[in-house]
């Protein structure tokens, strides 16, 4: 079992940014963390694919994201980032890390407690 702690959440106003990571536990195998993503939900949606990356530093990013938020990892610390900017109001979610050999084996990998990101207007 993998274990995955989100941090970075916070309240910040339109037009701001924020930096979220997520650190898997030390005695993650390279296999099981091999892609990390970060999913996002906002109260009364359903919860959506923001990002994800390979351990080969292969991206994917959602539609609504592309071009504000960046994904990268750190494979020696087995830590993922979300470096988001020119956030928005709908941005506003709690945002979960996940983990999983692959993209396609996310929904049912790994996955952290999330962590609240507020975008006021």
């Known amino acids: 079992q993998v274990q995955l702690v989100e941090s970075g959440g916070g309240l910040v106003q339109a037009g701001g940014s924020l930096r979220l990571s997520c650190a898997a536990s030390?005695?993650?195998?390279?296999?099981?963390?091999?892609?990390m993503a970060w999913y996002r939900q906002a109260p009364g949606k359903q919860r959506e694919l923001v990002a994800h990356?390979?351990?080969?530093?292969?991206?994917n990013y959602a539609d609504s994201v592309k071009g504000r938020f960046t994904i990268s990892r750190d494979n020696v610390k087995n830590t993922v980032y979300l470096q988001m900017n020119s956030l928005k109001p709908e941005d506003t979610a709690v945002y979960y890390c996940?983990?999983?050999?692959?993209?396609?084996?996310?929904?049912?990998?790994?996955w952290g407690r999330g962590t609240q990101v507020t975008v006021s207007s």
């Open positions: 996940a983990a999983a050999p692959s993209a396609t084996l996310l929904r049912t990998g790994n």
């Open positions: 990356i390979t351990r080969a530093g292969n991206t």
């Open positions: 030390a005695s993650a195998s390279i296999f099981s963390i091999n892609t």
